[in-house]
């Protein structure tokens, strides 16, 4: 067991790119959680999978952004036509229900920089 | 208003010292409460998690909620200059589908 991971670690793309982003969770993890961080402020919600099925999604994601787990193994994080405001850490966590108690194990995050 | 409060500090100590972070929160559905260590540019480290009121101690680490108040805490004893970190309190409903954090706490503790 090695984790949660993620890749790239930091992303530097200029506004109007697209970028995609990968999470590989704890193996056998079910669950798979997207957050947006900014500095000086903790997680921000995006969205949550139960293995392939996303079940909730934040309002504040846009149409912009999308996620997979096609598997319901590792998922992706699209991000069309970036904006600077995207600028920001992008964390997946993962976690092991109904056998564990909903605690979450998080990876090292992506770091998007848009210019 | 946010639904997790959490005074972002940031909170000096001496090493040795006990350290209270708090968060309060007002929605009640909310039944499971994690601490989180953060270090500068890593992802969130679980420190504890509980689901119920009361105390729940590990190591120099207690975790204590109060339903009725909204309010959780955490107590560090015999602080460490490694625990310099920010530290994110987080919460969810049962279901387990969407968790909130709070925006956390810088904390700095002085050799």
């Known amino acids: 067991d090695t984790g949660v991971s993620q890749d790239p670690r930091h992303k530097i793309t200029k506004r109007g790119q697209n970028v995609t982003f990968r999470c590989d969770p704890i193996s056998e993890h079910n669950r798979l959680y997207w957050y947006r961080q900014t500095l000086g402020q903790g997680p921000e919600f995006l969205t949550y999978?139960?293995?392939?099925?996303?079940?909730?999604k934040s309002r504040l994601l846009s149409d912009r952004f999308s996620a997979e787990r096609p598997k319901g193994s590792f998922s992706t994080l699209e991000i069309q036509r970036t904006e600077q405001g995207d600028s920001a850490m992008y964390l997946c966590?993962?976690?092991?229900?109904?056998?564990?108690?909903?605690?979450?194990?998080f990876g090292p995050g992506t770091r998007l920089t848009v210019t | 208003q946010k639904e997790v409060e959490q005074d972002p500090g940031p909170l000096s100590v001496p090493e040795g010292a006990i350290v209270s972070l708090n968060c309060t929160y007002s929605n009640s559905a909310f039944q499971y409460f994690m601490w989180y260590r953060q270090y500068s540019r890593k992802g969130p480290e679980l420190l504890m998690y509980t689901y119920s009121s009361g105390n729940k101690e590990d190591g120099r680490f207690t975790a204590q909620v109060d339903k009725s108040s909204k309010y959780i805490s955490l107590f560090i004893r015999d602080s460490q200059p490694s625990d310099s970190a920010t530290y994110l309190c987080a919460m969810s409903a049962w279901s387990f589908n969407k968790f909130y954090f709070g925006s956390g706490t810088k904390l700095n503790v002085k050799p």
């Open positions: 966590a993962s976690s092991l229900e109904p056998e564990g108690e909903g605690e979450q194990y």
């Open positions: 999978f139960q293995n392939e099925a996303q079940l909730e």
